[in-house]
T-cell receptor
Framework: AQSVTQLGSHVSVSEGALVLLRCNYS??????LFWYVQYPNQGLQLLLK??????LVKGINGFEAEFKKSETSFHLTKPSAHMSDAAEYFC???????????FGQGTTLQVKP | KAGVTQTPRYLIKTRGQQVTLSCSPI?????VSWYQQTPGQGLQFLFE???????NKGNFPGRFSGRQFSNSRSEMNVSTLELGDSALYLC?????????????FGQGTRLTVV
């Protein structure tokens, strides 16, 4: 069954440090991958999407993600963390024929001053 | 361009009651999907509506139902509420839906069943 795995339910980094949030997908067909961010008591905000046009995808707020087919991964990175990046991040795959997004369990990013 | 609007934001209901949640998608978007978010189960797909027709459905009991109107606005109904239905219900709007296009989420409706 199609699935998305996010390694690490909690990630803690210092302000200014590199952010790396891991996502692996299982789809055997070309994936449609997304990263979303959720702030407390809010909905999901789209950070970026993989469209197959390029393996390195740039999103909002300085985030980017690299699609690696050989590793079935779509990890999210940001060179320098800001306090405002503290939130929960979700990786999602929309490649199935079920019309839905399959979400990972989410990774809570903590940014320490 | 206005975003996805969900009403109400918060709701408290008693077990056994029913509830209706509303979602107004982004203008021009024909697909509306609903998701349930809980700490234990994460984000789970309820159903998707496209041009007033339910196109896809998740693995939820029949107590969960929805509909979509000609203006693409959608409602979700939960009957005979159970404590386990307490969750954040999120609505997502997209041009064509199907999981392949960008989905834009509303702020959600926080439902508490007591």
């Amino acid at each position: 069954a199609q699935s998305v795995t996010q390694l690490g339910s909690h990630v803690s980094v210092s302000e200014g440090a590199l952010v790396l949030l891991r996502c692996n997908y299982s789809s055997s067909v070309p994936p449609y991958l997304f990263w979303y961010v959720q702030y407390p008591n809010q909905g999901l905000q789209l950070l970026l999407k993989y469209t197959s046009a390029a393996t390195l995808v740039k999103g909002i707020n300085g985030f980017e993600a690299e699609f690696k087919k050989s590793e079935t991964s779509f990890h999210l990175t940001k060179p320098s963390a800001h306090m405002s990046d503290a939130a929960e991040y979700f990786c999602a795959d929309g490649s199935g024929n079920t019309g839905k997004l399959i979400f990972g369990q989410g990774t809570t990013l903590q940014v320490k001053p | 361009k206005a975003g996805v609007t969900q009403t109400p934001r918060y709701l408290i209901k008693t077990r056994g009651q029913q509830v209706t949640l509303s979602c107004s998608p982004i203008s021009g978007h024909r697909s509306v999907s609903w998701y349930q978010q809980t700490p234990g189960q994460g984000l789970q797909f309820l159903f998707e509506y496209f041009s007033e027709t339910q196109r896809n459905k998740g693995n939820f009991p029949g107590r969960f139902s929805g509909r979509q109107f000609s203006n693409s606005r959608s409602e979700m109904n939960v009957s005979t509420l159970e404590l386990g239905d307490s969750a954040l219900y999120l609505c997502a709007s997209s041009l064509e839906g199907g999981g392949h296009t960008e989905a834009f989420f509303g702020q959600g409706t926080r439902l508490t069943v007591v």
